[in-house]
Each structure stands twice: as C-alpha cells, then as structure tokens.
Antibody
Framework: EVQLVESGGGLVQPGESLGLSCAAS????????MNWVRQAPGKGLEWVAN????????QYVDSVKGRFTISRDNAKNSLYLQMNSLRAEDTAVYYC????????????WGQGTLVTVSS | DIQMTQSPSSLSASVGDRVTITCRAS??????LAWYQQKPEKAPKSLIY???TLQSGVPSRFSGSGSGTDFTLTISSLQPEDFATYYC?????????FGGGTKVEIK
C-alpha cells in the first residue's frame, strides 16, 4: 500500500524558515517524480513544486521561486521542502503527492501538514 | 500559465442523479487532464487521468471525456459517498494548474 506521511508543519513568523518532510513507503520511491501541492484555508489546490527521479530536475510555481527548495533522498525514501522567507500567503496545508508515472498528475497524496505564517 | 475554469462552482443533487461537471482550459492541453475528489478535512483522491482513464479502484459510475480545451466529469448515478468537491488539473505544461473546484451538495 502506498503511504505518504508529511511532517514539519507549524506556526512561524513572516520572514522565517521551515522545512517539511514526506516519508514514502509501499512503492519504489526512486522510480517516481514527486510533488508538493498546497491548499490555503477554505481555498482550492495549488501545485508548488516537483522533482524528478534522481533529483536532477526541479520545477516551481513562480510565487515560490527563489524562496522554496524541493529535494529528495532516495536512500531514505524521503521528500523535502525547504521554505525560506515565508509570507502570510504561504499559509496552507501542504500535501506530498506522487506522480502517476513521470506524467504530472498526482496518483497518491499524503494527509497533509499545516503551515501557518503569522506574527 | 494555463487557466482552468470549472463550472458550475457548486451544485445540489439527489442520490441517483446523473451529475456533469465541466472544465475548460485557456489553451489546449491535449488529453493531459486529471480529476480529483476531496472530502472535507481530507486529502484529495485521484479519480481520472489522461482525461478518461479511471484510476485503479475508482467506481465505474465515474467517467471522464474531452480533449484540447473542453473536458467533462460525469457521475452516472450519484451515491451518498460522492458528495464532495471535485477539481480538474492540467499537466500539459508548467506550472501545473487546477480548476477552482466544484462542490457537489445534497439536495
């Protein structure tokens, strides 16, 4: 069974940093692109970033470019999101999501972790 | 960026009804279109990818159609567990983008 478990969310002040993790199991992690998708309270879904199988290629939505960094450790079956210079508008539930197969759609999702940016 | 527009934004329906949700892309996305279901306080769940391919384990009452810019999600006979919000998503080009969602409520 595919499982994705996010951790690391919490309350931070504007301008601070936070790192999220996603532990994957139930599939061969190194075979799949991985993604972060977020959802602000009461709002819709927004794709944030993705990374290819070996970590050599990354893509980001414009609003987080230069502030967020996605990475992975295939030996640990883990995905990460380092978030710097956080803003109030980054407040959201952050989901880890696995690609279907190098496609760009999201076959499996974690339960999410809440990040709140507020003073 | 490709804008995805869903209609309606919400609808009320009864158990057993046939429900159709539309998704329109601001430019062509071929068949690189997915649909997701999200229940309150839960993570989204994949229903359909490649416009019409049912994800494993998804009931056959769900179907998808379309290509290019216009797509449809149909629930042939609405069940109590189908009351949720549905999102379309294009994966033809970056940034990957979602529609605004369609909330299906009980009439």
């Amino acid at each position: 069974e595919v499982q994705l478990v996010e951790s690391g969310g919490g309350l931070v002040q504007p301008g601070e940093s936070l790192g999220l993790s996603c532990a994957a199991s139930g599939f061969t992690f190194s075979n799949y692109w991985m993604n972060w998708v977020r959802q602000a309270p009461g709002k819709g879904l927004e794709w944030v970033a993705n990374i290819n199988h070996d970590g050599s290629e990354e893509q980001y939505v414009d609003s987080v470019k230069g502030r967020f960094t996605i990475s992975r450790d295939n030996a640990k079956n883990s995905l990460y999101l380092q978030m710097n210079s956080l803003r109030a508008e980054d407040t959201a539930v952050y989901y880890c999501a696995r690609d279907q197969l190098s496609s760009g759609n999201f076959a499996y999702w974690g339960q999410g972790t809440l990040v709140t940016v507020s003073s | 960026d490709i804008q995805m527009t869903q209609s309606p934004s919400s609808l009320s329906a009864s158990v057993g009804d046939r429900v159709t949700i539309t998704c329109r892309a601001s430019q062509g996305v071929n068949s690189w279109l997915a649909w997701y279901q999200q229940k309150p306080e839960k993570a989204p769940k994949s229903l359909i990818y490649a416009a019409s391919t049912l994800q494993s384990g998804v009931p056959s009452r769900f179907s998808g159609s379309g290509s290019g810019t216009d797509f449809t999600l149909t629930i042939s006979s609405l069940q109590p567990e189908d009351f949720a919000t549905y999102y379309c998503q294009q994966y033809n080009s970056y940034p990957l983008t979602f529609g605004g969602g369609t909330k299906v409520e009980i009439k």
